[in-house]
């Protein structure tokens, strides 16, 4: 059962580097144990959630780790996970709200405190029309935030309008080596040298809640 468990740990991990789950911007590395940037994250929240993983950078083996929710109503963690040089944090999704991740490392005599601020938000789809070319991806997104099925080998329109509620942030264009550009809505793009869209949209009812969904090339 043990194995088993660790499998589907590293399956959710290999999940989140792929989909990019989080921020896109890249953050300086700090040399002390803590959360990786950003402070604020915000989540979607389904029906049937599988957990999000958040990285603690710096932890050695022999450091001893606390992490706490403030609400667990909110959202709960279900599981760490060593992998690599980082600890992978699994949380939860129970409803909307707020709450604020807590971790403590304690490191000999020293003693180091991170946080993380984690929005929930429930499901919903954020797109009047997601066109790429002529294929309008809109109905893709009627229940989950991340799709396979971009068609697109060519120079395509990428052109994007969101429901009431939400507005673009910016769209990414990933490529296989996970490397990123950024470009404006109503641009053609040369879809050949990228494999995935990734849409950062913020609600307008609080700038702090910035989110993503995605549409990948088949795999």
Do not use: H
């Not at 929930?120 to 294929?135: A, D, E, I, L």
């Not at 697109?152 to 009431?164: D, E, H, N, P, R």
């Amino acid at each position: 059962m043990k194995s088993i468990i660790k499998k589907l740990s590293l399956i959710a991990i290999a999940a989140t580097l792929f989909w990019g789950i989080g921020s896109v911007k890249a953050y300086a590395a700090s040399a002390k144990p803590g959360f990786v940037e950003p402070k604020t994250v915000s989540i979607w929240m389904y029906e049937d959630a599988e957990p999000t993983g958040y990285s603690i950078q710096n932890i050695k083996k022999t450091d001893k780790v606390k992490t706490s929710i403030s609400d667990k109503s909110v959202a709960e963690i279900c599981k760490t996970e060593y992998y690599g040089d980082k600890l992978w944090i699994f949380i939860n999704p129970k409803k909307e709200g707020f709450c604020k991740i807590t971790c403590t490392v304690k490191r000999g005599k020293k003693t180091y405190k991170s946080y993380k601020n984690l929005y929930v938000v429930k499901y919903t789809n954020p797109f009047k029309s997601f066109k790429v070319g002529k294929n309008d991806y809109a109905s893709m997104f009627a229940t989950y935030s991340k799709m396979e099925g971009l068609s697109a080998s060519s120079k395509s329109k990428v052109a994007i309008k969101l429901k009431k509620g939400f507005k673009l942030e910016n769209i990414y264009l990933y490529d296989e080596n996970g490397n990123y550009t950024i470009y404006k809505n109503n641009k053609t793009i040369n879809m050949k040298k990228y494999n995935r869209i990734c849409v950062g949209v913020l609600s307008t009812k609080n700038s702090s809640i910035r989110l993503f969904l995605n549409l990948a090339k088949a795999r």
